[in-house]
């Protein structure tokens, strides 16, 4: 417990502690490096049933999965008297979704709704008849350009349903003693937003990956029609730029991301950069390389990795230097067996399956970078990747897509190339592999640099200070600026 009573409300979207990865990983970083704060985890899941993947330390007092996908809370009807104030409600707020000429308050439509979702009110609300006419007569008017689309009742009901899954965080209650910390924008950030409207609950937000930018990238693979998917994005859209002006304090774990988050509405005083942080102790210098020339990558099986990319360019790299060979060291999340089979597929019409071995997860990830000569990164989209940073530490020369932090992670350190363009990252990779004396000296160099600015020391100070300031101690809002001056 901080010393003034609150204790942190840990808020998590998809990951911790149900979930292996970069953002699992600085979760459970955050609650082992901090054994005197208490913890409470709220954990925004699918169904509900996932197994909880991590250990919990004792400082974590309890850990609460919340379903977007699960059994569908209890109906209460809403009282009659209540429903045509319901319906001007959820107008306002398709309209400023839809709408945003009309210059309606996506904030105060979102606080309304929070206070029907803890009643109880909400489900049952959404999903009346007058509730989906609203909708379809709104997205509908002629000036919408969306009209055009001539969105159908299927269409309603399809996003009506998408609509009341996501707001089901809405219910989700925080102590009103707590500190909210949001660990994404997005979803996770409704339960803190509604602490802090209602309660005066202080609200952290923390991003790794930028969210509205995932939410763009993932819709476009998705089978919704077009009315669908503007109705969807105009909500994250909002949404994302809600918790950036209402957050009290927004820790990005890069500059990249500080600057998206400045242009989303987030004013800039409220912004503190603290990097993520290994223990160098941990990821040691991997020593020698290995004998056979071999390439190597680590992290989850998931599009947003591209792997398509990895997998061309280690192609191109083989046709120019045949004994090298891929090893791909992670697991395959629930649900994504089927990319993981589209990349078998590519490998073999690239004639490349022999020289690649599928790995799976391992407990010691520092072996995984050891076994590579050089250590790649092909993601389309990143906050801080600790697989980057952890390749560092171990003193491999790195070749990664320049997205998100990962420039400022590298430094002069490593080779960045631009995202899906596999040709630049096989030419980065080869010249590598042509230069033993190269190789090592960047990952000297690439290590030195870990120790210098990346330990996990530095990360979890840089959190113990931003509680404090948020539990009401000032002295550590001046103490975080200093540390953020010197990080440069």
């Known amino acids: 417990m ?56 004792p400082n974590v007092y309890r850990h609460t999965s919340f379903p977007l996908w699960g059994p569908e809370p209890a109906r209460r009807r809403l009282p009659r008297r209540e429903r045509r104030r319901f319906l001007d409600v959820h107008e306002r707020f398709l309209l400023s979704l839809l709408d945003p000429g009309a210059d309606r308050d996506f904030g105060a439509a979102l606080d309304e709704l929070a206070g029907y979702a803890r009643s109880g009110l909400l489900t049952a609300a959404l999903r009346t008849e007058p509730a989906l006419r609203s909708l379809t007569r709104i997205w509908t008017m002629p000036h919408l350009e969306i009209s055009a689309a001539r969105p159908t009742v299927h269409d309603a009901l399809t996003a009506t349903d998408l609509l009341e899954h996501a707001l089901r965080p809405l219910a989700a209650r925080i102590p009103d003693d ?144 045949p004994a090298v060979r891929l090893r791909l060291f992670g697991g395959v999340p629930d649900g994504g067996e089927a990319y993981r089979t589209r990349l078998e597929k590519l490998a073999a019409e690239l004639g490349v399956v022999d020289g690649i071995t599928w790995e799976g997860r391992v407990g010691d990830v520092a072996r995984a970078y050891a076994a590579g000569s050089v250590v790649l990164l092909s993601s389309i989209s990143e906050g801080f990747p600790f697989s980057l940073i952890e390749a560092m530490s171990c003193g491999r020369a790195t070749v990664s897509t320049d997205v998100g932090g990962v420039r400022e992670a590298v430094g002069d350190t490593g080779m960045v190339v631009p995202p899906r363009e596999p040709a630049l990252m096989a030419e980065a990779t080869i010249g590598l592999l042509r230069d033993a004396g190269r190789r090592a000296e960047l990952g000297a160099r690439a290590r030195q640099r870990v120790v210098d600015r990346f330990t996990l020391t530095r990360s979890v100070d840089g959190f113990r200070r931003i509680y404090r300031e948020l539990a009401g101690f000032p002295e550590a809002a001046t103490e975080l600026r200093y540390a953020e001056a010197v990080a440069g």
């Open 2 to 57: 901080l010393s003034c009573g609150r204790h942190v409300t840990m808020l998590t979207e998809g990951t911790y502690p149900h979930v292996h990865g970069g953002v699992s990983t600085w979760c459970d970083q955050l609650v082992r490096g901090m054994p005197e704060v208490d913890f409470q985890v709220v954990a925004l899941t699918g169904s509900g049933r996932e197994p909880v993947a991590w250990d919990l330390p």
């Open 178 to 321: 707590a500190i909210a910390h949001a660990v994404s924008a997005g979803l996770a950030t409704l339960p803190a937003l509604a602490a802090q409207h209602f309660d005066k609950v202080p609200f952290l937000l923390t991003e790794h990956g930028i969210y509205l930018r995932e939410r763009y990238l993932g819709y476009r693979a998705q089978a919704q029609r077009a009315p669908v998917k503007t109705l969807m994005l105009g909500f994250y859209r909002e949404l994302n730029s809600l918790g950036y002006r209402r957050a009290d304090l927004i820790t990005p774990c890069n500059r990249y991301n500080r600057r998206w988050e400045e242009r989303g509405g987030a004013p800039a005083d409220r912004i503190r950069t603290v990097y993520n942080g290994v223990d160098p102790h941990a990821f040691p210098a991997a020593g020698p390389e290995p004998d056979v020339p071999t390439l190597a990558w680590a992290g989850r099986i998931d599009p947003i990795k591209d792997l398509e990319t990895l997998i061309r360019a280690y192609a191109m790299v083989r046709a120019e230097l």
